[in-house]
């Protein structure tokens, strides 16, 4: 299984602060890396496909970058809807797919 | 619009099975493959694995294989995803997700569209 460490795990940050996540996949997974958001007691939010496009009606303040094995998750300008927990997925490896263990991201 | 809605609650005792429904509507079900995600209460997301409702092929989580079935309806736009044997770390919200991998389960899956989730309880 190709797994997927995220970190921080969790972090505090301010509204207007720009928010770095980061995913690294223990062997190559091109750019078929994937990130969600998840809010509580909800199904998690497609943010970005294939590491860098964003998906329809996400906000421009999120961004992805990376490739083979190190990818990161960018929110330049955080706001208050931003509270909430990130996942990265790899689909590179199909059986199985693998998400990071999550990053909570709370208001400091 | 699209969307996928999930059947209710379950609560199950160890060693029963679960049939947890998925209907899809505002798309062609058979365009999309359905993969079914779960997630323990307070935990990160597992994948389950995936189905094409275009020719019934799966693909299986192997934590799982031998457990778990998933199916479809084409007459009625639905998947379903039973497991059996239940044991109590089976206790999870079960989500079905949209597949843009149709026919094939190769590489490049991402979920755009998820149901609202399915609460399965294992208990005595």
């Known amino acids: 299984d190709i797994q997927m460490t995220q970190s921080p795990s969790s972090l505090s940050a301010s509204v207007g602060d720009r928010v770095t996540i980061t995913c690294r996949a223990s062997?190559?997974?091109?750019?078929?890396l994937n990130w969600y958001q998840q809010k509580p007691g909800k199904a998690p939010k497609l943010l970005i496909y294939a590491t860098s496009n964003l998906e329809s009606g996400v906000p421009s303040r999120f961004s992805g970058t990376g490739s083979g094995t190190d990818f990161t998750l960018t929110i330049s300008g955080l706001q208050p809807e931003d509270f909430a927990t990130y996942y990265c997925q790899q689909s590179y490896s199909i059986v199985p797919i693998t998400f990071g263990g999550g990053t909570k991201v709370e208001i400091k | 619009q699209v969307q996928l809605v999930q059947s209710g609650t379950e609560v199950k005792k160890p060693g029963a099975s679960v049939k947890v429904s998925c209907k899809a509507s505002?798309?062609?079900?058979?365009?999309?493959?359905v993969s079914w995600v779960r997630q323990v209460p307070g935990q990160g997301l597992e994948w389950m694995g995936w189905?094409?409702?275009?020719?019934?092929?799966?693909n299986y989580s192997p934590k799982l294989e031998g457990r778990v079935t998933m199916t479809t309806d084409t007459s009625a736009s639905t998947a379903y995803m039973e497991v059996r044997s239940l044991k109590s770390d089976d206790t999870a919200v079960y989500y079905c997700a949209r597949d843009p991998r149709f026919m094939n389960g190769g590489s490049g899956s991402f979920y755009g569209f998820w149901g609202q989730g399915t609460l399965v309880t294992v208990s005595s």
């Open positions: 189905i094409s409702p275009y020719n019934g092929n799966t």
């Open positions: 062997q190559s997974i091109l750019t078929y």
């Open positions: 505002g798309y062609t079900f058979t365009s999309y493959g």
